[in-house]
């Protein structure tokens, strides 16, 4: 009989193995690789258990073991003298969050060369890697300066990362197989559900000002939907989801930075066919050199969330249909197989020779 100790970790790992399998079943399923024109051949490390990583922090978690995944099954090569790039299959934003720094990986990570830049991280923080940018509450006290020679794939996509080198992605929860644009009626005009303060965030931060906004009856902002509300919105279109529910019913929603300056929201309309409205100052939007982003979503300065009310009414039915039709267009960007040819093609481009 195994003691209580080594029972725990060997339980750990074969719900890890049973897990991993599941999902690599699940994905192959879904990825659509054989429309993949070309991909970068890529070395995956083989870390000591003390680095890998766990399924806490679930949303960005599923990101992380996406693009893990993916590597190890369209793109990985086992001869690293033939790799275009080596990932580094260690989840940091764990270490992050317990304001760990974990450095020493990099003894066991025999190709690098801080000078060929061709070793990938995935950076899921809330917060800039790079900088001290937006740094509220008691996570991520430091930034980790031997970072500076990786590839970071980053959800943290602001004005520091690094131009044809780190990429900023999609969040991949928020992204489907087959996204579907909703033709029913919407009584909202513009909605906001979430939390519009926090402890951490100062009051000077678009949430708190997002409260201000108009309220009227064709306007929702607020943490929580109430039963009534509900009621009256599941009847042009039921979903469990109350997030999605409300998107679905308006013809924007409001996507305000949270703790970093990406948002999941902002994706999340996109998904649910309502016109997303950025609030979000030094946001890069991903992959924006093959997204119009402009023909479908709105961006408007934190300065001007004040006048928010005022801008959207100004939309005239013609320009909302025209914005419409261009976000149901344009949905096939916001898939979980382009997502991954987009990451390929962006990576295949910035190839360190």
């Not at 080198?165 to 929860?173: A, E, F, K, L, S």
């Not at 979000?280 to 004040?306: G, L, M």
Request: charged share 20%.
């Amino acid at each position: 009989m195994l003691l209580g100790g080594v029972k725990s970790v060997v339980g750990s790992a074969i719900n890890r193995i049973v897990h991993a399998k599941k999902r690599l079943f699940i994905n192959r399923e879904h990825w659509d690789v054989d429309s993949l024109t070309k991909v970068p051949k890529v070395y995956v490390y083989d870390l000591p258990d003390k680095f890998k990583p766990n399924h806490t922090l679930s949303l960005v978690s599923e990101t992380y073991f996406a693009l893990n995944d993916f590597f190890r099954l369209c793109c990985q090569t086992h001869d690293p003298h033939n790799a275009d790039y080596f990932f580094v299959p260690l989840n940091i934003i764990q270490y992050q969050f317990r304001n760990e720094n974990p450095a020493h990986v990099l003894k066991y990570l025999k190709y690098f060369d801080p000078v060929r830049n061709d070793h990938l991280l995935v950076a899921l923080g809330d917060f800039s890697q790079r900088s001290k940018k937006n740094h509220f509450g008691h996570a991520y006290l430091e930034t980790y300066s031997w970072l500076n020679s990786f590839v970071l794939l980053a959800l943290e996509s602001t004005s520091d990362l690094l131009p044809n080198h780190d990429v900023g992605i999609i969040p991949y929860n928020t992204l489907s197989t087959r996204p579907i644009f909703n033709k029913n009626k919407r009584p909202y005009l513009y909605s906001f559900l979430g939390e519009t303060s926090h402890i951490h965030l100062p009051t000077t931060h678009i949430r708190n000002k997002i409260k201000s906004v108009c309220n009227k009856q064709d306007v929702f902002v607020g943490s929580k939907l109430n039963g009534d509300q509900r009621k009256r919105l599941i009847g042009n279109y039921y979903t469990k989801n109350n997030y999605e529910l409300l998107s679905r019913n308006s013809l924007f929603t409001l996507a305000p930075a949270g703790y970093g300056r990406w948002t999941y929201r902002f994706f999340q309309a996109i998904q649910w066919g309502s016109i997303p409205v950025l609030l979000s100052d030094d946001y890069v939007k991903p992959f924006e050199d093959t997204i119009p982003y402009d023909d479908f979503c709105i961006t408007v300065p934190e300065t001007e969330v004040r006048r928010i009310d005022e801008i959207l009414r100004s939309f005239s039915s013609s320009d909302v249909s025209r914005l419409q039709n261009a976000l149901e267009e344009n949905l096939h960007h916001f898939t979980q197989a382009a997502f991954f040819n987009k990451l390929c093609k962006r990576l295949t481009c910035q190839i360190k020779y």
